[in-house]
T-cell receptor, first 112, second 113 residues
């Protein structure tokens, strides 16, 4: 157990639907990063939150959004889902300034 | 073109044998370079972390090397075990703020009996 908890582990949904992925960072970590890993692709950075504030955005689609709550857990919202959104979604947390990133086990999203 | 390229894309070796995985990167300026191991369906786990001034770093049977001049890194695995079967990902950490991690697409290693 890495200390980063992601739920659900698996999610199957239909095109056009909306889903929410959840991430609880490791205790004490203020930063949460979201990544998308499509089949045979490297992890692609989506968005970074630090202590509730958005810090950086990557190639995140407008259909996707995220937030980090006061208790530091984060949610990634994916809407108007398309078949191409099927992927593994990982979150990672880190303590500011240490450069140590801890990844969760991911949520496997399948859009049918 | 990916800024972090890894080779080979996949590799099959016999248990007990050694292997070397390659990583070439173009991103800069970078703070450090890491190798991660990712088991199927799991999140990446850090194996080694090297700053730009380090040439080599070991972690058990894993030894990473870095040549900052040629922007190349390698991960050498000795006496491979079945449990080494996984994807090995080279990650370059950039200096500055924002997203610092640039991932390679990984080398898929399979260790067979």
């Amino acid at each position: 157990d890495s200390g980063v908890t992601q739920t659900p582990k698996h999610l199957i949904t239909a095109t056009g639907q909306r889903v929410t992925l959840r991430c609880s960072p490791r205790s004490g970590d203020l930063s949460v990063y979201w990544y998308q890993q499509s089949l045979d692709q490297g992890l692609q950075f989506l968005i970074h939150y630090y202590n509730g504030e958005e810090r950086a955005k990557g190639n995140i689609l407008e259909r996707f959004s995220a937030q980090q709550f006061p208790d530091l857990h984060s949610e990634l919202n994916l809407s108007s889902l398309e078949l191409g959104d099927s992927a593994l979604y990982f979150c990672a947390s880190s303590v500011a300034g240490t450069g140590h990133y801890t990844f969760g086990s991911g949520t496997r999203l399948t859009v049918v | 073109k990916n800024q972090v390229e890894q080779s080979p894309q996949s590799l099959i070796i016999l248990e007990g044998k050694n292997c070397t995985l390659q990583c070439n990167y173009t991103v800069s300026p970078f703070s450090n370079l890491r190798w991660y191991k990712q088991d199927t369906g799991r999140g990446p786990v850090s194996l080694t972390i090297m700053t730009f001034s380090e040439n080599t770093k070991s972690n058990g049977r894993y030894t990473a090397t870095l040549d900052a001049d040629t922007k190349q890194s390698s991960l050498h695995i000795t006496a491979s075990q079945l449990s080494d079967s996984a994807s090995y990902i080279c990650v370059v950490i950039l200096t500055g703020g924002g997203n610092k991690l640039t991932f390679g697409t990984g080398t898929q290693l399979k260790v067979e009996l």
